[in-house]
């Protein structure tokens, strides 16, 4: 306000950047490179779009190709569960937890008591892909080895074992 | 009808063929199962494991050779301890 009262203009207060002098002594130079900057984001705009679109893509076919390598019981469990299980051939009292999200694949020991399931987790084993592939993919990887290699998957595996966990109930899915 | 399925990054590759034109002599198909045969054998030599699926119900088999007769052959990615 104080140089408003004392007649000086605003604009003329300001102090002139060296950008701005810039601009000013090179008008056609500060325009090519305004629309530089502007292609450049378009480029970043289009280049985000399809990685994210190629994403989505990839996710879709996964999910398709889940839906039609699992049985229908076995993908509405994994959808209403969060998880599919695949049991043991090595250890009939294991059963194997794969998530639905990408993440570590519990490790469980069951038992039945009249007519009572209890289970115990034993170990959390952690198996990644080298080249990312999407989740769906991911399930069934886990899946397909366990069926068919599973001494090979619990070599591989990084295990943390879980100590002293406690039993529990579960309602039969 | 046989399928070829690779999974990777941006979802799964297929190649589909027919076994039975396969039989007779068939050229397009011939040149479908060359293929086929020639990505599983690359998937082979990069140490990536290779199943045999018959259907959903029934338990993956992990292959050391490729079989045209197969009706799903899949190629996993290379897996790791993570």
Not at chain 1, 59 to 85: C, F, I, S, V, W
Not at chain 1, 113 to 133: F, W
Not at chain 1, 139 to 151: S, V, Y
Not at chain 2, 68 to 75: D, E, K, S
């Amino acid at each position: 306000m104080s140089f408003l009262l004392q007649g000086v203009n605003p604009v003329e207060a300001m102090p002139t950047t060296q950008l701005g002098a810039l601009a000013a002594a090179n008008p056609v130079l500060s325009f090519c490179l305004l629309v530089a900057f502007f292609l450049l984001c378009l480029l970043l705009i289009y280049w985000w779009y399809t990685q994210f679109s190629a994403s989505s893509m990839a996710n879709q076919r996964a999910e398709m190709l889940l839906r039609e390598q699992l049985t229908p019981d076995e993908y509405q469990h994994l959808l209403k569960y969060g998880y599919l299980a695949v049991p043991s051939k090595l250890d009939p009292s294991r059963q194997y937890r794969i998530p639905r999200a990408r993440g570590r694949v519990q490790m469980l020991q069951t038992c039945m008591i009249g007519a009572t399931s209890l289970h115990r987790k034993v170990a959390e084993l952690c198996v990644v892909a080298r080249d990312p592939v999407p989740d769906a993919d991911m399930i069934l990887t886990h899946k397909w080895m366990l069926e068919a290699d599973e001494a090979g998957y619990l070599k591989l595996a990084n295990w943390s074992r879980v100590m002293d966990s406690q039993w529990y109930t579960e309602k039969a899915a | 009808m046989n399928k070829l399925q690779v999974l990777g990054r941006t979802g799964h590759k297929e190649l589909v063929w027919d076994v039975e034109k396969a039989k007779e002599e068939n050229a397009e198909a011939l040149e479908v199962i060359a293929e086929a045969e020639r990505i599983v054998n690359a998937a082979f030599a990069q140490g990536q494991a290779v199943f045999r699926l018959e259907a959903p119900d029934q338990p993956a088999v992990r292959v050391n050779a490729f079989d045209r007769a197969a009706p799903y052959t899949v190629i996993v990615p290379r897996l790791a301890g993570g």
